[in-house]
């Protein structure tokens, strides 16, 4: 098959996968006459999606695309097939599910961490006692009055683009737009809109402590999806022509990497310190925390993100009840009850079951290069895949370092 014709053949089956499943393209900006074409169709059902994908993948081999290339493709094309059979009703484990899309096989977590973490933590908050409601307490005496919210995140957002623009490479007409909503599943959404622009949306009524701001606007914008968005477009499709990163689509090895390269934007955009630099900045909004404290609690709450991970094995995989796992984010995560529901909702929501891994799994694979000192400009600008990003497989000709333990 032409190259040419592969990759439009990708970007039609995303699309068309888009037409099954709500929200599943996350962003998309190819050939406008390419998307009308498929909007146009007859609704495709979930086996013909599937039977596509496959012929899509056979054809790789022999299409003549560079190995980076083919590489990604294949492993985005294995995801939509794993997708398209779920759709169609097949029967498969959370776990087989995963590890069909995201190319991972998530693991639980060890309790007896969860213990030595929870320690560490009741070291570094104020006051005695369980960790948890020292925590809730922190969050409610630095919580952010909502009509702060917008020029607190505004302000967040020009400071993190000084600090990235130019390590990052990113084109001078970048921008990013801010929209706060209410009610919704997720605390921020980030939209990709072409042509180097963006849409953040951010729920009000999951903004409350300060300490967590400086963490939501780097992973949404700077050095997050918004800057990995805007170098990509510059440089694999501006300038290479890879048109297969035109569009981004949920549950795919695409996602998973985006969400653990995001989830250390302020390491790599600040890097040790950022909870003083933070809190100097937000003083310019009103707003007054001890950003040192913060950083402490996030350092040591980092270490418990695969608490949400065991939180959607337990539903998806076990067949535990809301309620239950519910309790479970609350004794192990440290998260208050409505926070805990609220990220309950979040996972049983067919669309962002499997989100809770790509945090998880996600963060683990990134954080390899990271230790081993990669560039910021290479982490965004490269199309990685989980196996390239460990090590495991060479990348633009260069093997890297293997991956290191899990940061959880």
Known sequence: MDPSELVRGYLRLGLRFGRLDDGMVLSCTADPRTCRGVAGEPVPS???????????????????LPEVRARFLDA??????CRGKKLTGQAMSFRDEVEGCFRVRPERGDPERYRLVHAELADVLPGTGDPAPRLARLSEQERVPPDLVPRAVRVLSEA???????????????????RCVRGRPWAALH??????????????????????????????????????????????????GWDEHRIAVRDTPQSLLAEGLADFGLHLAVGPGWGRWASEVLAESGIAFDGELAERVHDVLFRLRRVRLDA?????????????????????????????????????DPRWRLYAVAYAEGAELVRGRIAEGEDLARLLGEPWTPGGLAGV????????????????
């Open 76 to 81: 985005q094309l294995a995801a939509l097939e």
């Open 191 to 240: 939209r990709y809109l072409g042509e180097f622009r963006s849409l953040v949306a951010i729920d009000l009524d999951r903004v409350r402590w300060a300490g967590n701001l400086p963490a939501l606007v780097a992973h949404e914008s700077y050095p997050g999806h918004h800057a990995e968005h805007c170098r990509k477009e510059r440089l694999l499709v501006d300038e290479r």
């Open 312 to 348: 959607a094995l337990s539903l998806h995989e076990d067949g535990v009840g809301e309620d239950e796992v519910v309790a479970r984010l609350v004794r192990w995560a440290c998260l208050p009850v409505v926070r805990a529901r609220a990220f309950v909702r979040f996972i049983a």
């Open 46 to 64: 979930p086996g013909e999606l599937v039977a596509q994908a496959a012929r899509l993948r056979a054809a790789l081999p022999d299409s003549g």
């Open 160 to 178: 993190l683009r000084g600090r990235v623009r130019a390590g990052a490479e990113l084109p001078t007409q970048e921008h990013v737009r801010y």
């Open 393 to 408: 497989l060479p990348v633009n000709g260069r093997t890297g370092p293997p991956g290191g333990s899990a940061l959880i």
